[in-house]
């Protein structure tokens, strides 16, 4: 009983589910349809701070690649404004004027 199990255990193994190739799998990005704002505004959690304009490059459900429009210092935490949405999140990295969050 116990080998028939163990046989079986090993034949699942084996035999599990194929993996599909990396062309499968890739992720396929869909436009959006009509117009998108390509403009943001930056709000630190702190009040009296300065608002920062940039622009969004890329803008997924888990965060944003953005660019600032001029010289500024990003805040570790901040609200996005983008196309009357706030959302909230926290700087990811940046590298010269581009920059990302994560929601």
């Not at 009040?47 to 500024?72: F, H, T």
Request: hydrophobic residues 35%; positive net charge; charged residues 30%.
């Amino acid at each position: 009983m116990r080998g028939e199990l163990r046989q079986q255990k090993a034949t699942m193994r084996s035999n599990g589910p194929k993996q599909s190739a990396p062309e499968e799998r890739r992720a396929v990005r869909v436009s959006p349809s009509g117009l998108v704002s390509k403009t943001a505004k930056i709000f630190a959690e702190q009040k009296g701070s300065p608002v920062i304009d940039c622009y969004v490059i890329d803008l997924s459900p888990g965060g944003a690649c953005l660019e600032l429009a001029r010289d500024a210092e990003i805040p570790q935490r901040f609200v996005l404004l983008h196309g009357g949405v706030k959302k909230k999140g926290r700087l990811a990295w940046k590298k010269g004027y581009r920059f990302a969050m994560v929601f």
